[in-house]
């Protein structure tokens, strides 16, 4: 890492250095805490205190001191990195990768750099840009050989990764609902409502599980005919939106997959929540496993030609109609709907889909 600052700078800094690999970040936020206010730091001094700040749990307090930082040394690439470490740290995903990406413009040979901006990359969900990062570092990188098996798992998995998914929605969910209501039309709820007063007209009092909940825009949809209404899902930041709706009875993060072993339900909802998983035979197992006999299990895909499901290019997986009557046949639900919809738009396109209703004899 280069030097730079005054003479004074040697003692303390190193001293700092040792107090963060020693996993004494605090003490190393107080000593350059103290440094700087006595007018003694320059940029290692800035960039070790936002990271002491950062790894100190302060990850607010390190963006501002990693964003002084960058505006005071624009052409250094070590305050690029430090920025971008710190856009990481609060979870602001795509700002961090650009700084990566800026830190490598400034200084190409920087593998720090290259290591943090592939394990961003990994974070979005995209193994095929965080393999072809990596490919740039020597095998010796520490935590490398971690992280391409990750991206390699990720790139064969047929589902999208849950750790992805997650911080998506949890980056998505302050602004979700009117994003997706005004921006993207979305219809997905009330298409499945329309879709339950055909295929299971006069039905109340339902014990009804949302899989996929989000802020609770589908529970909403079917919350006059449930008795009990409980969600699940893999986003906190969601969940905590849905629990503030005050309709649901009982709210999990949990991943879908695993929500359904033990639960008991009349009917189960997936309002655009399968476009996250490509196979869908363990969610179906589960669906089957878990509903009442005579129940139904509501939901909306969006739709592929042909045979089996394949990921598009916005990183949602698609699903042919041959491919879910087969599966619903091979687990033993009977197709009570199958119809075109168009549950959202893309770029002022209508997304192609279908919304689709199950029963369970
Ligand atoms: C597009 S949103 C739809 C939310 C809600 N159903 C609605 O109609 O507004 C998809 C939701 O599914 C959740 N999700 C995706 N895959 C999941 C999984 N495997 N287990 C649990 N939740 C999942 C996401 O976190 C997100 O909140």
Not at 47 to 53: E, G
Not at 109 to 127: H, I, K, N, T, V
Not at 149 to 159: D, G, I, L, V, Y
Not at 246 to 261: C, T
Request: aromatic share 8%; with cysteine; charged share 25%.
């Amino acid at each position: 890492m280069p030097r730079e600052g005054s003479p004074l700078e040697g003692g303390p800094i190193e001293e700092a250095e040792r107090q963060i690999a020693d996993g004494r970040a605090a003490d190393a936020k107080e000593l350059l805490r103290g440094l700087l206010e006595e007018g003694r730091g320059g940029l290692l001094a800035r960039f070790l205190y936002a990271r002491a700040r950062g790894l100190s749990g302060d990850t607010a307090g390190a963006l501002e001191t990693a964003r002084e930082t960058a505006m005071l040394y624009p052409h250094v690439a070590q305050a690029a990195l430090g920025l971008g470490e710190a856009l990481l740290w609060c979870e602001l995903l795509a700002p961090a990768i650009a700084e990566f990406q800026r830190t490598l413009r400034l200084e190409p040979a920087l593998d720090q750099a290259r290591f943090l901006l592939g394990s961003a990359w990994l974070q979005a969900g995209e193994p095929d840009k965080a393999l072809s990062v990596f490919g740039g570092l020597s095998d010796e990188t520490p935590g490398l050989l971690e992280k391409v098996a990750q991206a390699s798992a990720m790139r064969t998995q047929p589902r999208s990764d849950a750790g992805y998914v997650r911080h998506l929605f949890d980056q998505f969910s302050a602004d979700y609902d009117s994003r997706m209501l005004s921006q993207l039309s979305y219809r997905a709820p009330e298409i499945l409502r329309q879709l339950a007063d055909l295929v299971m007209p006069q039905r109340k009092d339902l014990a009804v599980l949302d899989l996929g909940c989000g802020t609770g825009l589908c529970g909403a949809a079917f919350e006059a005919l449930a008795g009990r209404l409980d969600g699940v899902d893999l986003s906190p930041a969601m969940i905590l939106k849905a629990r503030a709706r005050g309709i649901y009875d009982k709210l999990d993060v949990a991943d879908i997959e695993s929500a359904l072993v033990t639960a008991h339900y009349d009917l189960l909802l997936a309002a655009d929540t399968l476009v996250y998983l490509g196979n869908l035979e363990p969610t179906f197992l589960g669906a089957a496993r878990a509903l009442n006999a005579d129940g139904f299990f509501l939901f909306t895909v969006e739709s592929k030609q042909d045979d089996g499901f394949e990921l598009g290019p916005k990183r949602r997986w698609r699903h042919s109609e041959n491919y879910l009557r087969a599966l619903a046949d091979k687990v033993g639900f009977e197709v009570a709907g199958l119809m075109d919809c168009v549950p959202r738009m893309e770029a002022n396109a209508p997304v192609e889909g279908f919304a689709v209703a199950l029963h369970k004899p």
